[in-house]
């Protein structure tokens, strides 16, 4: 899939993202298990509200992180991977 940055991303049914308080991180919950987020994937996974665009969610990033180089592409590679593993799909 190709990316757009209009595109809104969406947790897939089933899957959902949580703090764990046992594995002391944010954890994406799907019916198969578990995966354990690190600190940057689960800023950008926070901001997953189903109505916010990918530019969006790069803005708010950006805003909260001034000067982050390169942040729009990781982000967006951060999407196109986390689409790959089936825990977002994405609106138009």
């Excluded at 916010?52 to 196109?80: C, H, K, M, S, Y």
């Amino acid at each position: 899939m190709t990316l757009n940055p209009e595109h809104t991303p969406v947790f897939r049914r089933g899957y959902r993202l949580q703090w764990e308080q046992v594995q002391n991180r944010h954890v994406i919950l799907y019916p198969e298990g578990m995966a354990k987020l690190n600190d940057s994937a689960a800023a950008i996974l926070q901001l997953v509200d189903g109505h916010t665009t990918l530019n969006g969610i790069i803005a708010q990033l950006n805003a909260r992180f001034p000067g982050a180089e390169g942040l729009a592409d990781d982000v967006l590679e951060f999407f196109q991977r986390a689409y790959e593993q089936k825990w977002v799909t994405f609106r138009d």
